[in-house]
């Protein structure tokens, strides 16, 4: 099942929570930076030991003080025009989200909206790749697969992209 909320990610009792980590993994502004406060200090201290990750790649930690039993780090791009990659990269943050998540028999899974805060990645266009992506994912290896958006705005995106493609499954 794919769904669209707005709320806090780092509420959910969940498998997984994905976080839209920086490459050190030691945490930052925005979503990063709410996770790690809420997981506590045992998160820094395992994010030390995995040497960062890099842009487009994804690894998993216990989820500490969390609701969700781990957390996926994963790094997005940073939007520079759309000329060097980003989307890409964006693509390739879900798709190994959703690998690792496998890989660990992960049910299920709560995504951010990737590299649309401060790493400035266009919300609709981000929005587009992230629900591709997921669509395009066995999902039948998921019960549940959560576009966890922090605003009303990035929810809407998540939501027309998502009615767009099952009208296009049903025409």
Known sequence: MLEVIVGDITSLA???????AN???????GVDGAIHRAAGPGLLAE?????GCATGEAKITSGYGLPA??????????????TSGEDDLLASCYRRSLE???DHQLRAIAFPAIST????????????IAVK???AARREDFEQIIFCCFSENSAAHH?????????????
Request: positive net charge.
């Open 14 to 20: 969940i498998d997984a929570i994905v976080n839209a």
């Open 23 to 29: 490459p050190s993994l030691l945490g930052g502004g």
């Open 47 to 51: 994010c030390r030991k995995l040497s």
């Open 69 to 82: 039993r781990y957390i996926i780090h994963t790094v997005g791009p940073v939007w520079q025009g759309g």
């Open 100 to 102: 690792i998540a496998r």
């Open 117 to 128: 805060g401060v790493y400035g990645f266009p919300a609709a266009r981000a929005a587009a």
């Open 133 to 135: 992506t997921v669509t």
């Open 159 to 171: 939501r027309r992209e998502l009615s767009a493609l099952h009208e296009n499954d049903h025409p």
